[in-house]
């Protein structure tokens, strides 16, 4: 394994954006608060990353303080990157974790060049800013901060409850650039998520958080994804799970079928004949051979499904197969300089 071997200033091609070389590499380091999991510290080199197009995601930059997620959903779509590390997708992604220490520092330098045009950055489109790792490393609210105060709009997606503590720096980033919160909520039955995401906070405690971040005066969204066929696709599970994101005031939801990704379907698979054997031939007519997708048929009878429920729970749903919306792309107004940086200039924002 190639963090094992420390080897430095060892030019690396397969490794992750910002971690071409291993010179970053800080220490490995293991803690009795989070048994099984080893944190891989480095210094990364770059922070934004360019999201290769043409891309069907509605942003062109991310960024992403951890590789790896101890959150460890059996479907999680970012298992395959985990193998450019040379760890594997199934258990080393659920317990070998990457973190970026210097990143705040990194992207403050890269938001400060004169060729940034201060198009939207996301967060939580590879791994979640807000797993467990982040109450030790505490890398969001610098990231956070030097977004700000350049004047960068972004957009946060998470399962992480973790999200509560940096509310209050939310609501000031939100007087000076657009901020969009979006809470994934993938599975509502307790039983159900303590198996396919047994990393992850129950249901309960994400929907406090939606309600602790609406009261913060955000318009959240949920992301009820992926509904997994057989078992979060049934009328009653979808009627209960609309109802609860309604109730935590929730703005919008975000709905779509389960995608099965080459790096991520063998340990769904094993998952699923582990948990849930009945349903594997099922899942092998869903999604055979190397496809992705379920098929068009199951995701238009989802749609049909979901819809009248969305229209009697008085909420605003949107089908992924109709694309996300594109966040603000560019702001163009005059910056500011403060004394912690330079901000753009609120009067220009809104
Ligand atoms: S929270 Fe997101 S990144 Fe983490 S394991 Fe689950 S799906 Fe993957």
Redesign the pocket.
Known sequence: MRWQGQQIDTADAAALPGLEKLSGFVRSVTTPEFADVTFHEVMSKSALNHVPGPSSMPFDWTVNPYRG?T???A????RGTHEYLDFDGGRDFDTQVVVKVNVAEVLRRELARASWRREHVALGT???PY?RAEGRYRLMPGIITALTESGTPFSILT?GTLLRRDLPLLQDAARWVDVGLAM?IAVFDDELQRTL?PG?PSATARLETVRAATAAGFRVTVFLMPVIPHLTDSIAGLDDALRRVKAAGAARVVYGALHLRPGVKPWFMQWLAREHPELVSSYAQLYPGASVNAPREYRRWLARRIRPLLRSHGLDGRDEDDGMPRPPRTRTGPVRVTAKGVAADPAMLF
């Open positions: 997620c959150h460890a959903c479907y999680c779509f970012s590879n791994t979640d797993q399962k994934s995401e992850t």
